[in-house]
């Protein structure tokens, strides 16, 4: 279901409109009254950003110093709504040198209602390409049909870039040198016991490109993901040798990848965007290689002395490192003075973190490194609370290793010139939420 929004009011925080767009002719000219009165006026615009007055819906969010508000008058999808607003303000950004508040909505009001023709229509949302936009919108001003002056540029062919099948590149890129920069850079969350079983563990991932290619290439790239191998032993009718494969859950493809081929074949083929991207987004629950293993012994003596013993293990292998290694162990609140060794790296208690910093600029794989510490605690008159105990927590950085175990099979490029490409390939995991309790 698509928005269907009947206007468009950019207000600020006083509740003044700076911007106002109708789309449709079904809502009344009071909408901003009452977006004021019963919302702005009654406190409640941290509460919820969805009201109904009347007859009519509201969606607001606040950016900076503004209030962009759609009014609606049917049922429409909420979160298209919010992805439209959210669409519209990175426009308006990359229009305006990425900002955006009242100031520069005053300064490009005429261009912000260029961009609300354009960007809707009849209130229904249409093309949000910053770079297909600046093709034939521009801050320099139109030039007027009775000048003779000749224009510095031809003006590009708005129709083709705005209804063909590749929106998202334009024709004519040349390059001196064709290259393809991939980069796979996952996050790995770990919930560990304090007996050393996993509770919660899974990886976030993203595949970056960087394209600097001539003409309109078509790129196909082939992963070791479980079902494109199974699709692919299909189509050649006998096994594929591959090594490892992995099941990758919720992934998410930038616009330029051709869904029906991806569907039936289980390839990834698309027409990329000229420049940085993100090819992808993906999850994965299943077969994490994790790339470190903590083992904490924590030991009280008494109400004014601890024992803090911490380990850890790299599992990755013994030609890989990991960079910026950062172990943040707790302590009580109470903690006077601590007594520290460890066997690499530098470690510190910080006491307004309450906790012992312990940090390894390069941690080579298949080896293990220790802190000791002795604790002293500030003895309280009053009765003492029981301690309880915050995880450990890391922060580390390993280039070329994947906890999942994704890898790139093949990235082929294809263009009618027939140039020849290089391809770069990087893997990088670093940490998201990795704690382990004690």
């Not at 709504?81 to 959210?86: G, L």
């Given at each position: 279901?698509p928005?269907?929004?009947?206007?468009?009011?950019?207000?600020?925080?006083?509740?003044?409109?700076?911007?106002?767009?109708?789309?449709?002719d079904?809502?009344?000219?009071?909408?901003?009254?009452?977006?004021?009165?019963?919302?702005?006026?009654?406190?409640?615009?941290?509460?919820?950003?969805?009201?109904q007055i009347?007859?009519c819906?509201?969606?607001?969010m606040?950016?900076?110093?503004?209030y962009?508000v759609?009014?609606?008058?049917?049922?429409?999808?909420?979160?298209c709504?919010?992805?439209?607003?959210?669409e519209?303000?990175?426009?308006?950004?990359?229009?305006?040198?990425?900002?955006?508040?009242?100031d520069a909505?005053?300064?490009?009001?005429?261009l912000?209602?260029?961009?609300l023709?354009?960007?809707?229509?009849?209130?229904?949302?249409q093309?949000l390409?910053?770079e297909i936009?600046?093709l034939?919108?521009?801050?320099?001003?139109?030039?007027?049909?009775?000048?003779?002056?000749?224009?510095?540029?031809?003006?590009?062919?708005?129709?083709?870039?705005?209804?063909?099948?590749?929106?998202?590149?334009?024709?004519?890129l040349?390059?001196?040198k064709?290259?393809v920069?991939?980069d796979?850079?996952?996050?790995?969350?770990?919930?560990m016991?304090s007996?050393?079983?996993?509770?919660?563990?899974?990886?976030?991932g993203?595949?970056l490109?960087?394209?600097f290619?001539?003409?309109m290439?078509?790129?196909?790239?082939?992963?070791n993901?479980?079902?494109?191998?199974?699709k692919e032993?299909?189509?050649?009718?006998r096994?594929t040798k591959?090594?490892?494969?992995?099941?990758?859950?919720?992934v998410t493809?930038?616009?330029c990848?051709?869904?029906?081929r991806?569907n039936?074949?289980?390839?990834?083929s698309?027409?990329?965007?000229?420049?940085?991207?993100?090819?992808?987004?993906?999850?994965?629950?299943?077969?994490?290689?994790l790339p470190?293993?903590v083992?904490?012994t924590?030991?009280e003596?008494?109400?004014?002395?601890?024992?803090?013993?911490?380990?850890?293990?790299?599992?990755?292998?013994?030609k890989?490192f990991?960079?910026?290694?950062?172990?943040?162990?707790?302590?009580?609140?109470?903690?006077?003075?601590?007594?520290?060794?460890?066997?690499?790296?530098k470690?510190?208690?910080?006491?307004?973190l309450?906790c012992?910093?312990?940090?390894i600029?390069k941690?080579?794989?298949?080896?293990?490194?220790?802190?000791?510490?002795?604790?002293?605690?500030?003895?309280?008159i009053?009765?003492?609370?029981?301690?309880t105990?915050?995880?450990?927590q890391?922060?580390f950085?390993?280039?070329?290793?994947?906890?999942?175990?994704l890898r790139?099979?093949?990235l082929?490029?294809?263009?009618k010139?027939?140039y020849?490409?290089?391809?770069?390939?990087?893997?990088?995991?670093?940490?998201?939420?990795?704690?382990?309790?004690?």
């Open positions: 279901m928005v269907a929004a009947s206007a468009i009011y950019f207000l600020n925080l006083r509740g003044d409109v700076l911007i106002n767009r109708l789309y449709r079904d809502v009344g000219g009071n909408m901003v009254d009452a977006f004021r009165l019963h919302i702005m006026q009654t406190k409640e615009l941290g509460t919820c950003p969805v009201r009347g007859g819906s509201f969606f607001y606040r950016i900076s110093n503004v962009i759609i009014v609606v008058s049917s049922n429409a999808n909420v979160a709504a919010f992805k439209f607003v959210v519209a303000v990175n426009l308006f950004k990359s229009y305006f040198g990425g900002a955006f508040d009242e909505i005053r300064n490009n009001f005429v912000i209602y260029e961009l023709d354009e960007i809707m229509d009849f209130g229904y949302p093309n390409s910053p936009l600046k034939y919108i521009t801050q320099e001003g139109v030039r007027s049909p009775f000048s003779s002056k000749p224009t510095d540029r031809p003006v590009p062919n708005a129709t083709l870039q705005v209804t063909g099948a590749v929106g998202w590149r334009r024709e004519g040349v390059y001196k064709n290259e920069f991939l796979i850079v996952e996050s790995v969350n770990l919930l016991s007996k050393g079983s996993v509770l919660r563990c899974d990886v976030t993203k595949i490109m960087k394209c290619l001539s003409g290439p078509d790129l196909k790239l082939g992963l993901d479980k079902i494109g191998l199974e032993s299909e189509i050649k009718s096994p591959s090594g490892k494969t992995i099941e990758l859950d919720d493809f930038h616009q990848v051709n869904l029906t991806f039936s074949e289980k390839t990834v698309f027409v990329p965007p000229d420049g940085e991207f993100e090819l992808m987004k993906y999850r994965i629950t299943e077969g994490v290689n470190f293993r083992l904490p924590i030991k003596l008494g109400r004014t002395r601890m024992e803090v013993n911490v380990k850890v293990k790299s599992v990755f292998g013994a890989m990991a960079l910026g290694v950062l172990v943040k162990i707790p302590v009580p609140k109470q903690t006077a003075k601590t007594s520290l060794q460890v066997t690499s790296g470690a510190k208690y910080n006491a307004s309450d012992i910093m312990w940090k600029r941690f080579p794989g298949q080896t293990e490194s220790t802190l000791s510490a002795e604790v002293e605690l500030i003895s309280t009053a009765e003492k609370k029981s301690w105990r915050p995880p450990i890391m922060e950085q390993v280039p070329m290793f994947t906890a999942s175990g790139v099979r093949f082929k490029v294809w263009e010139s027939g020849n490409t290089v391809e770069w390939v990087r893997y990088i995991t670093k940490a998201g939420s990795y704690e382990i309790r004690c």
